[in-house]
């Protein structure tokens, strides 16, 4: 079993860049690691997956071209670079992992979930 601790959550401008990073337990490269989001009354939604190797990703539509999630198996760690944030970004990301090598969007694929970490957008 892995356990997930997500941090670099934070409070940011309207524009700005944060790095959420997501530190396990055990060895990432077995898993697909993926982030959701989360908002108070809203179901968690998918935001991006990667690959055991990293070679391969997948990305929502509202986060393409200003999210790169990328990983690092050495450290057991993957990163969720987030730029051009906007408010509607704000919400509780959780990063989790599944031990298939599929990239699924579905929360209830994933086997392994971090804690959460808050990410705020003001305007």
């Known amino acids: 079993q892995v356990q997930l601790v997500e941090s670099g959550g934070g409070l940011v401008q309207a524009g700005g860049s944060l790095r959420l990073s997501c530190a396990a337990s055990?060895?990432?490269?077995?898993?697909?690691m993926g982030w959701f989001r989360q908002t108070p009354g809203k179901e968690r939604e998918f935001v991006a997956a990667i690959s055991r190797s990293g070679g391969a990703t997948s990305y929502a539509d509202s986060v393409k071209g200003r999210f790169t999630l990328s990983r690092d198996n050495a450290k057991n760690t993957v990163y969720l670079q987030m730029n051009s944030l906007k408010p509607d970004d704000t919400a509780v990301y959780y990063c989790a992992g599944e031990i298939s090598n599929i990239l699924y969007r579905e929360e209830g694929r994933y086997d392994y979930w971090g804690q959460g970490t808050q990410v705020t957008v003001s305007s």
């Open positions: 055990g060895r990432t490269s077995t898993y697909v």
